[in-house]
């Protein structure tokens, strides 16, 4: 296990919106480049988790201290050109649990001491990892099975394998609702969202978000209004109702991927990587969106994740390291 403190922030272009956050960007040791997909942040602890594949690392930021641990040797495995390995993580019950498209596994880790607990191996690659805090397992979706594969938590430290739910397509993206046991997730190949009760694990509505051919991406959920925000990858934002009614659009530029939801300013924050930019939105008591503020970010930066202060952490895999901005003050 590596331990680093973080040098000082490197500061990207500003925006020429006045009211745009101003962005920096922090460096991730073993690159360039670094690959990243699907980040965790844990509230709890403030920790944030990259599962950076192709250097065979887990970066692992404390949000509030600036500190960079780094939990080494995960397998990796050529891919073509390019270096399979951890690509997501997700928390709960005082672990990160964390995939490997390496080896179709997904491991323990203990999030008090950082230490590699057990392993599953599924029996298809997996790409997004999820806690469902109703059932207390965690979800995986398994695009090319067309399927999600549930793990039982009954011992934490040792996920295993407890069911498997078949779709009509290739699933992309999951949010849940913790409070209703919704989980959310998208038929990316179908342009459809689905919504499930993760204790019958029946899907119980499917939606359209009309996304157009390249499909819907990301999902966050506002379980205080019942809203469900979906990213089409090729324009920007829906907003559901409860009823599967779209209640807004929202236009924030092309190659869009993960979101992320703020609850306590009620915004949502949608990255572009055809535009390199963050959009951050504000959602209305009726369902209406408004911008808040654009901020620069890089080309590519596609996904985004949000800590307890408000700050975004954006991947930009090519240049190795994490595009940070913080909120307006």
Not at 1 to 20: E, F, G, K, N, W
Not at 38 to 61: E, H, M
């Amino acid at each position: 296990m590596r331990h680093t403190v973080l040098a000082a922030l490197v500061a990207i272009t500003a925006s020429t919106d006045p009211q745009a956050p101003s962005p920096s960007s922090l460096p991730l040791p073993g690159g360039p480049p670094v690959g990243m997909d699907y980040l965790a942040y844990d509230a709890d602890t403030g920790l944030l988790f990259v599962p950076a594949s192709n250097t065979g690392k887990l970066d692992v930021i404390d949000t509030r201290t600036g500190k960079l641990r780094s939990v080494d040797g995960w397998p990796t495995a050529q891919r073509g050109d390019r270096v399979a390995g951890i690509t997501a993580a997700t928390t709960g019950a005082g672990y990160a649990y964390v995939g490997n498209r390496a080896d179709s596994t997904v491991c323990a880790v203990e999030i008090k001491t950082l230490a590699r607990r057990g392993c599953v191996t599924l029996p298809s690659t997996p790409d997004g990892v999820f806690y469902v805090a109703p059932t207390r397992e965690v979800w995986v979706t398994t695009p090319r099975d067309n399927s999600l594969q549930m793990l039982s938590l009954k011992d934490p430290a040792n996920p295993t394998a407890a069911g498997t739910i078949r779709l009509e397509g290739q699933p992309e993206g999951y949010a849940v609702d913790e409070r209703r046991g919704i989980v959310f997730t998208n038929l990316e190949d179908k342009d459809k969202t689905l919504a499930i009760d993760a204790r019958s694990r029946k899907v119980t509505a499917t939606w359209s978000p009309d996304c157009g051919v390249k499909g819907p991406r990301g999902i966050a959920v506002d379980p205080d209004a019942m809203h469900v925000f979906v990213a089409c990858f090729a324009e920007g934002l829906r907003e559901f109702g409860s009823n599967g009614k779209i209640l807004a659009r929202l236009e924030t530029g092309a190659g869009v991927d993960n979101i992320d939801w703020f609850p306590s300013g009620h915004l949502v924050y949608v990255a572009s990587a055809q535009e390199g930019k963050l959009t951050i939105a504000k959602s209305g008591p009726e369902g209406a969106l408004s911008v808040v503020s654009v901020a620069p970010t890089v080309p590519g930066g596609r996904s985004v994740i949000v800590d307890g202060s408000g700050t975004a952490y954006i991947p930009d895999s090519k240049g190795g390291r994490l595009v940070l901005v913080k909120p307006a003050q």
